[in-house]
């Protein structure tokens, strides 16, 4: 034996296979990785892979049957709901167990478990999960846990979809398990009832997060009570609110059924700003006699895209997108040609891979659902059955205060309240940090909720205070409940009942039946709130500024079958705000509403293809308000040739973002340039997060008033005007617009640039530089990488009529063809039929592949 | 003949050992095949290297081609910036070989230096 050579020899492949198993940087371990046998080859499914599978499981009460169809669409047919949902679970995982796993790992806190402490220079200890906890993300999942778990109802739906993932979980093997899993070196825990709660409260989290509670208290210290006012007038000129105006919906009714007290003496300090006090209450319509109806007004703190300002989100935050809208509509069978009711839902989402969505159709003998359903959680959440389709938009409604918390002492053991030293309860985070000790953070539970921010965890204005965060999804609530009776509902009584379940996040829940009724309901729990109540930081030492209450829910603004044929939601105010009893605060959008109502109102005769056309329309209805500013304050005496050619694109734009247009970017490039001109010096003021005004307010204030007072440049002792500021603006971007046309990149597709990206930012498992219209003030509203999350058209014919298409693919698996087949129609406007498969329809040569569930 | 048996027999042990354990599987089976049929240093690493070069070179093609190419390229666009799936199964040849040669070589240094010279 040659000892040396040997020794020498044996170390050498010891340490290459140690090298390869181990996983540096970040980077995976590339001997599983590359191993045919176990790594990423094995995720490469075969083009014509069979997805038929027949499985034996003790949990199931009788045998199951899913049929796959050539979307790989899974039909599942089960003799009861607990078999159904138990096999929904499977299914889910079996295509999106990673993002599953991921997405409630994120909302739980846990994401430097999974992927260690720093992305590039991003701090994800401090930016995700000390944020999530300290929101109390975890706490709340557990109160919704409770909800779900004391209705019998929604235990077995849980239960048994929570079986069934983990009956999915506990067949993998090394070799099977998603590829991500052996991308980050780690294994799926078991799924729990938790983990749907985790995932429900993640949506929240992202839908109902809007406020803007100290970027507005930093605008209110920085300006005077007038230049506040101008900044965030209480409301815009242009209002079209789900319920008309002119709509009394409370005639019935005296008095609101909260009524809101405005807490005595606090004029001086949560009114006042820099120089006088804001306006404590405008004019209000009374409603009914004897009505004695607080007052209150209305502002619309809305943000879009700029250069990076102190009013800019930051890009490493995780604010939600202020833009997480929707649209949605029902047409009454008098305005189709068909005579039934069609229905129309597009939420706009962060757009990723894998898709938010799966499509699923589960038929049992007591319901029969089709739609997109959520990987993750039971059910179907916006879809149809052979009754009624339902869809949601979000409600935008600031349902997220802080209140400022004395603490007695250092310890944080006691904190001030009613004028008593109440007891802390502590909840303790232990952030278990890949490859670093674990990070242990306490955080403090008052009556208002945790306190989010203190001086180790400071809060956007760097205060040093004590903030609690009360948010209305820290409550015990039950959405579950409210999807699963959706699924069932037949009519608009049952639509009715479904809703009330639904506290948080508030949506605009649209519906329509086969029998003709067409409804929506601004639905949720919202605080009845008092004139700007929670628009700034409040002051905790006693409940005075506390939220009095829960608006009734029967009071919550609603349409059913009005006289105009059809009820729609955008995002918009849910009601003229001066003839509701209560605060209407949160982050409220115009133009797409007004475009809908607008085409809705003339349109008869409709068909699917008509709705389908409505849905992908790219008009934009803010350059039509706008564009006029750009004609006549733009200075066109001494331009070049070239920029005379842009202006002109402009002037000459039919106003539709369509992708291969040029006067979008130049148009939307020239707006972003004078919001800066004109709001830029004032903002930059302050070098802390600051509302940004919406661009609606400065449409209207400069359509009205040329001399409006912020066209100013305060940095110049010179008076500016609106032409010069509009000529700067363009002088600026004019350059650039040219340079990007040179480059063959000015189109509006190009400019926009439309991308989805995969969950873990992967440019290599992402579909960019997609060729899409739209925007954000389009209906069809296709920004970067936020956009309508999922289409659907419904027409409750016999059978039902529906189309529906979302930007990804049923397969989460990089590796599978069907990981993203629909993104490219979809960027095209595409649509898939969406087919309610009946009992007798099982040899039909859609279906592709079986999947067999039995006992063994 | 001892070059191509060593050559199969690590091939097809590297194949069935992997069905039972994990990437390391490759080690025992190059070095128990270069114990059993001994050859210099220089042609065990290279039964070694070819054995399960050929053989994790042929799964990852057969399995890139059934695929369409779609997560080799995703694959290889990740790690080399460039879209070709041939790029990986060319990498997962290689690693697999190289560990596989070592493996053997090592066993080789066990024998006794050959004493005949042809």
């Known amino acids: 034996m040659r000892i040396w050579p040997f020794i020498t020899s044996a170390l050498v492949t010891g340490s290459l296979v140690a090298a390869l198993s181990t996983s540096i940087d970040s980077k995976p371990a590339f001997g599983p990785l590359l191993d045919p046998q176990e790594g990423f080859w094995q995720n490469a499914d075969p083009a014509n892979m069979s997805y038929s599978l027949d499985l034996h499981f003790l949990e199931l009460s009788a045998p199951t049957k899913v049929y796959v169809d050539q979307r790989l669409v899974p039909h599942i047919f089960a003799e009861n709901e607990k078999d159904a949902y138990f096999a929904q679970g499977y299914i889910h995982a079996r295509f999106r167990l990673w993002q599953m796993d991921i997405q409630t790992d994120l909302a739980d806190g846990r994401l430097t478990e999974i992927v260690g402490r720093y992305s590039g220079n991003h701090d994800l200890l401090e930016l995700r999960d000390r944020y999530y906890r300290r929101l109390g993300m975890g706490y709340a ?120 007290k405005i807490p005595t003496g606090m004029d001086t300090d949560y009114f006042m700003t820099k120089s006088g006090m804001l306006t404590r209450c405008l004019a209000m319509v009374p409603l009914g006699t004897g009505a004695n109806w607080t007052a209150f007004a209305y502002d619309v703190p809305h943000t879009g895209a700029a250069q990076r300002g102190p009013w800019e989100k930051d890009p490493q935050s995780v604010d939600p997108d202020p833009d997480n809208g929707s649209n949605n509509w029902a047409v009454s069978g008098a305005k189709t040609k068909s005579g039934v009711p069609i229905l129309c839902n597009d939420p706009h989402l962060g757009l990723n891979l894998p898709s938010l969505w799966f499509e699923v159709q589960i038929h049992t003998p007591t319901v029969n659902v089709y739609g997109a359903s959520l990987p993750g959680a039971p059910g179907v959440i916006i879809g149809f059955n052979d009754s009624a389709a339902f869809g949601v938009t979000n409600s935008m409604r600031d349902v997220r205060d802080y209140f400022e918390i004395t603490f007695k002492d250092q310890t944080k053991k006691e904190y001030l309240f009613n004028g ?135 009071e919550n603004p609603h349409l059913w079958n009005p006289v105009r044929g059809y009820v729609s939601s955008a995002n918009q105010f849910p009601i003229d705000p001066k003839t509701y009893p209560y605060y209407l605060s949160g982050n409220f959008l115009t133009y797409r509403a007004m475009e809908i109502n607008r085409r809705l109102d003339k349109m008869e005769n409709i068909t699917p293809q008509d709705m389908m056309g409505l849905q992908t329309d790219n008009y934009d209805l803010f350059a039509e308000m706008a564009r006029p500013l750009f004609i006549k304050y733009i200075d066109t005496t001494s331009m070049e040739p070239g920029e005379t050619h842009l202006y002109d694109l402009v002037r000459d734009w039919d106003l539709y973002n369509s992708p291969g247009e040029k006067a979008p970017a130049v148009f939307h490039a020239w707006w972003d340039s004078l919001f800066v001109g004109v709001y830029g010096d004032e903002l930059r003021q302050t070098a802390l997060p600051i509302t940004k005004p919406s661009d609606q307010t400065l449409v209207e204030a400069l359509l009205k008033d040329s001399s409006y007072k912020f066209v100013d440049d305060i940095r110049t002792p010179a008076q500016e005007s609106l032409r010069q500021i509009a000529t700067q603006a363009w002088k600026k971007i004019y350059p650039v617009m040219l340079q990007l046309e040179n480059n063959n990149s000015l189109t509006w597709s190009d400019y926009k640039d439309t991308h989805i990206d995969h969950l873990l930012k992967i440019p290599a498992f992402s579909d960019q530089h997609l060729q899409t219209g739209g925007g954000a003030y389009s209906i069809n509203a296709t920004k970067a990488d936020h956009g309508p999350s999922w289409r659907m058209v419904v027409e409750l014919t016999t059978p039902v009529h529906a189309f529906g298409i979302y930007p990804g693919g049923q397969d989460g698996n990089p590796g599978s063809p069907y990981f993203d087949n629909t993104v490219q129609d979809w960027a095209k406007g595409r649509y898939d039929t969406l087919w309610l498969m009946t009992p007798d329809q099982v040899n039909d040569a859609r279906i592709q592949w079986k999947i067999n569930f039995t006992k063994p | 003949m001892k070059f191509i048996s060593s050559i199969l027999l690590i091939a097809l042990l590297s194949l069935v050992a992997g069905l039972y354990l994990r990437f390391w599987a490759l080690v025992p089976a190059a070095f128990v095949v270069s114990l059993l049929i001994p050859q210099p240093p220089g042609r065990s690493f290279l039964s070694g290297f070819l054995g399960v070069f050929l053989l994790w070179g042929c799964m990852a093609l057969y399995m890139d081609a059934a695929n369409n190419y779609i997560l080799g390229t995703r694959m290889s666009q990740m790690i080399f910036k460039v879209p070709s799936s041939l790029l990986m199964v060319g990498l997962t040849a290689l690693i697999g070989g190289l560990v596989s040669g070592m493996s053997a070589l090592t066993a080789s240094f066990i024998h006794q230096p050959a004493k005949s010279k042809e």
């Open chain 1, 141 to 260: 999942a557990e109160q919704a846990l409770k909800g779900m778990e004391a209705d019998s109802a929604t235990k077995a739906e849980v239960d048994a979809y929570t079986e069934g993932v983990n009956a999915y979980i506990s067949s993998l093997t090394v070799a099977t398990m998603p590829l991500e899993y052996k991308l980050l070196n780690y294994a799926p825990e078991p799924w729990t009832n938790l983990k749907c709660a985790l995932l429900l409260k993640m949506m929240s989290y992202d839908l109902a997060g809007e406020e803007n509670d100290f970027q507005n208290t930093n605008a209110r210290n920085l300006f005077s009570a007038a230049d506040f006012q101008l900044l965030y007038p209480s409301m815009p000129d242009s209002l079209d609110p789900i319920v008309p105006q002119g709509t009394q919906m409370f005639t019935k009714q005296d008095t609101p059924g909260v009524r809101v």
């Open chain 1, 420 to 554: 008593q030293w109440l007891p802390t309860a502590f909840r303790v985070e232990d952030i278990k940090v890949k490859g670093e000790p674990d990070f242990m953070d306490t955080v403090a539970y008052t009556v208002f909720g945790p306190v989010m921010y203190e001086p180790s965890y400071p809060d956007p204005l760097k205060s040093g205070k004590y903030y609690a965060c009360k948010w209305s999804a820290h409550e015990v609530s039950n959405e579950l409940l409210c999807f699963n009776k959706l699924d069932h509902a037949a009519n608009y009584d049952q639509y009715l009942d479904a809703i009330k379940s639904l506290q948080t996040p508030g949506q605009n829940v649209v519906f329509a039946s086969a029998s003709g009724d067409i409804a929506i309901w601004a639905q949720g729990a919202f605080p009845a709130k008092w004139y700007r109540q929670g628009d700034f930081v409040m002051e905790g030492k006693d409940s005075a500024y506390d939220w009095q209450g829960t608006i009734p829910q029967n």
